[in-house]
């Protein structure tokens, strides 16, 4: 079962405000899940703080995000979503740190934190 805030993003492709997330803050080490499915998307590696108010990502875990022009603006952006179930995500840009260059900024309320366990 999914919250109303988590259907809006993930199945009808809104957008959470921005700074509303406390994933923005989440500096643990883990891992970022899709909150549809569960399936990884992100690593806290693959994460730095863009300043946008949305967790934003460098990289995303291969194969595990697909990738779609989405012209609901003027300018035509590239929306992604979770490979598994299709849940939307978010949208990168080209402006990003390296190596990568891209900025995934994504939704929190699409993503599960956990957090690794210390053994």
Request: with cysteine; proline share 8%.
């Amino acid at each position: 079962m999914m919250t109303k805030e988590e259907f809006k993003v993930l199945r009808e492709e809104g957008t959470e405000p921005p700074f509303t997330s406390p994933l923005v803050n989440e500096h643990r080490s883990g891992i970022f899940m899709c909150a549809g499915c569960g399936f990884e998307l992100f690593t806290t590696q693959q994460k730095f703080d863009s300043g946008s108010g949305w967790p934003s990502f460098f990289d995303v875990i291969p194969g595990h995000i697909k990738t779609k022009t989405d012209h609901k603006l003027r300018t035509p952006r590239t929306e992604y979503h979770c490979a598994r179930c299709g849940g939307h995500q978010g949208h990168v840009f080209p402006d990003g740190p390296a190596p990568t260059g891209l900025r995934y900024c994504n939704n929190g309320v699409a993503l599960k934190f956990v957090p690794e366990t210390e053994e």
